[in-house]
């Protein structure tokens, strides 16, 4: 279809060949064994801007343009075939090269290290690849380790106020046994979803963006972008409950002695403003600054579980066993370890729910994954191991506290007694202590199912478990608001959704997002000042459990669908391990609030929704790419292994499109009734006029390749759903041939061959209109059907588009062949072939009441019929009426029409009006005979002229057939003047009988002046259709 030059090439010339006489050479002459000489060149046949003495690499002992492996060869690499800095083409290495400065390439490996490896670390490669100007100069970025980094942040979010106080009454409520469950079922969610981030994070290099970037990357931006707009929201609401928490404690102790500000309740908005106000400026002095105010929070929380601890082997004074606590005893710890349900919460699930927020809080380290100085190692490390001390930690409190404290105490010194009194019932009698009617009353303040400051009660110094509950609070704030803005800002940058762009912008060495810390901050007293977040906090907890859910659920999927890109280095992983705790997130979702669990499977499932209609251009190579490729190969397997049946037969074609932005009309046709039911393909034949010379042209087959993208991007941008693919062959037919034979995967191969008409034949090459009459002859021996589309002003646009748009193809040497159009790889932007204005069709409009004509004329298995009833199946053809027309004798017409209504209705394709045409078979009127003809002297001039065109002889043997044509023309002229669409099946030829002239003669008288588009069908006589249910 597209003819390609053949460059002119010079001989090759050997200047660069290297001998052992040369080497020894050199080095008698004092030059190293490896220094090429004057005019030598690198692998090449000749001096070229490549063969400098940098592309010649000492490491092989001769002169190469290869380099050795090295990391920026692979940095930042996006997709297959891009290519990297450093590292020679193909072209460079296999073909002949020319003196070309705009492809000079000077490789690193020569030119910074002589071993592969960079000098200054694999991070200085990195932004040497990206050509980052000036990196030296600017400051360098604070990073964590694992420690300061993961462990620590994670720990502080994950401990909370529940530990303090509510862990001592679900001991209570459900006994140390049951509470050891519950923990270790929560425990169990947690760390599977930590080795999932584990294995996520360790599939390449993490930057920023933490839990967004993890699960975008892995899953493709659709559930990615959803769960990243709602995780940053969540951490940001999150901020304000932790505050709340923070500012409901200080107003406790406010009242408890008589100081209060305003009122409860305005008490904790001032409160929690200020505090709110100095964690903000905690977070804009820095990354370094909040790591220190963390590392701050840490220490006070460890000093108040030590005093804990502490408190637990001091003697129990009066006052603390009038509360209850009377240090370890083995029988308090054998009543506490059994469940003693009360109240409306008294459930093993109601407590679950309680307990279960205090696990989470795992994703803190994740989130600023990039300030971490080496996240695949920071992140897996410091996840799990803030997973096993936040455990113990639960684990310990809740067996000593079990040890030490009875569940019911009225705190009154006078309820002592003596051990043994009569009417004293209950474990704390043995110990001199009669709780017997508060707890029979069910009035008592403490003990473990009663007082919630158990904790602080137990300890040597109550205050410092007041200040672990503020450095829990406090760190827990602090973690989210530097959470919020930092995965809020990846999310920005990749533009997914509108009108956030603006907030994406970073300051400083870090990349502060100042912007998304103000959003946040406004947001977080936004809430504050509601001052009630009861029914805001359990659909926090359910987007906290949407992300574990989704993160387990990346892991299960990158692994399940093997692709050769997920190898994570951390191995301690278990696909379905994943897949159990993804289901278990969205169980415990419902488990915690119902109600909550479905608006955020709503707001997740409407923002999945937006961003699958817009279609991001963004490619990260995630699972779902690779679940795709998975799925089509295992289709496409499955489909060879079942026989065809006529009742799914599809018509899947072959459009011989050339470029297909030349022919758009044919391009429209066949995507009207090929979109989401059959395969469409559009081929084009890249002539080269001698194939032993084809060699140097491969030069240019890069450029012939990102033509071929610009064209499937054309595709796609005019929606339609086809593939697009190209061969190189000597000629038009010999590449068609091939494209037959080859087209097509297993059972997805065209069984339609669709050309446009050939509209120059009596002026194109004989051979030209050989072979386009041999390539419907070919077709036919492949069994294919073939369908020949005729418009009267033609389909091939490549006149215009040539002249301003597309300026890698050349002038059309005949703009009218309908098969193609000589061509030269340029380099034209394939983005400026997918932009460029797309040309209109009649196929691309509504066409109204009009009518689509049938002419079934031979029985050729149905494929007549099949298409233009798929295209009126389609909504801009809905309302087109269609005939069918069917010739027949006058003496038999209503019995021959009976008989097709009957055998149409049997193929229930609700084609009712049926035409039989009686008059086919007579003289065509004689003005239509003499329409056209030529004089005698003309004729006798073209006789000697083309003498190869037709005989008088084969006129004379095929004049009946001839006359029919004629005939038929002008029926189609009378009945389908004004038709939308005219379908009519054409004679076939006889190879070897019938010469390529007449038959091109045949279909122009049939198919000429004729205003609506026609197209000439003729299946392989095949039933494509039936009226068998099996």
Sequence with gaps: MAELPIPDVPPARCSGRFTISTLLGMEEAGRGPYTPTEGSSCDSAQPTQLSSSTLCTRTFGYNTVDVVPAYEHYANSKGVGDPRKGRPSLADLHSILKPDPSRLRTPVSDVQHSNGLPEAGPEAGLEEAEGEPGRDSEPEPVRFGWVKGVMIRCMLNIWGVILYLRLPWITAQAGIALTWLII??????????????????TNGKVKSGGTYFLISRSLGPELGGSIGLIFAFANAVAVAMHTVGFAETVRDLLQEHNSLIVDPTNDIRIIGVITVTVLLGISLAGMEWEAKAQILFFLVILVSFINYLVGTVIPATAEKQAKGFFSYRADIFAQNFVPNWRGPEGSFFGLFSIFFPSATGILAGANISGDLKDPAIAIPKGTLMAIFWTTMSYLVLSATIGACVVRDASGSLNDSVAVGSPGCEGLAC???????????????????????????MVSGFGPLITAGIFGATLSSALACLVSAPKVFQCLCKDQLYPLIGFFGKGYGRNSEPIRGYMLTYVIAVGFILIAELNAIAPIISNFFLCSYALINFSCFHASITNSPGWR??????????ALFGAAVSVVIMFLLTWWAALIAFGIVIFLLGYVLYKKPDVNWGSSMQASSYNMALNYSVGLSEVDEHIKNYRPQCLVLTGPPNFRPALVDFVGTFTKNLSLMLCGNVLIVSHLQELGPWKQKMPESRLMADGHTKWLMKRKIKAFYTDVVAEDLRSGVQMLIQAAGLGKMRPNILVLGYKRNWQTASPQSLEDYVGILH?????????CVMRMKEGLNVSGVLQAHVNLTFEAAEHPENGTGSRAAPGTADPTTLASEQQASTIFQSKQGKKTIDIYWLFDDGGLTLLIPYLLGRKKRWAKCKIRVFVGGQINRMDEERKAIVSLLSKFRLGFHEVHILPDINQKPRPEQLNDGFKDEATVNEMRQGCPWKISDEEVDKNRAK??????????LRDYSRDAALIAITPPIGRKGRCPSSLYMAWLETLSQDLRPPIILTRGNQENVLTFYCQ
């Design 430 to 456: 043995s110990f001199g202590w009669n709780f017997t009617a508060c707890a029979q009353q069910q009035s008592c303040r403490y003990g473990l199912s009663n007082y919630y400051q158990s904790m602080s």
């Design 778 to 786: 070919d077709a036919f021996d492949f069994k294919y059907g073939v």
């Design 184 to 201: 270790l079922m929560s425990v169990t969610v947690t760390t599977i979803t930590g080795l999932s981030i584990s294995a996520i994070s």
């Design 962 to 971: 001839s006359l029919r044509q004629v005939r038929l023309n002008e029926i």
């Design 568 to 577: 994570p280095s951390f191995r301690y992983y278990s696909k379905w391990a």
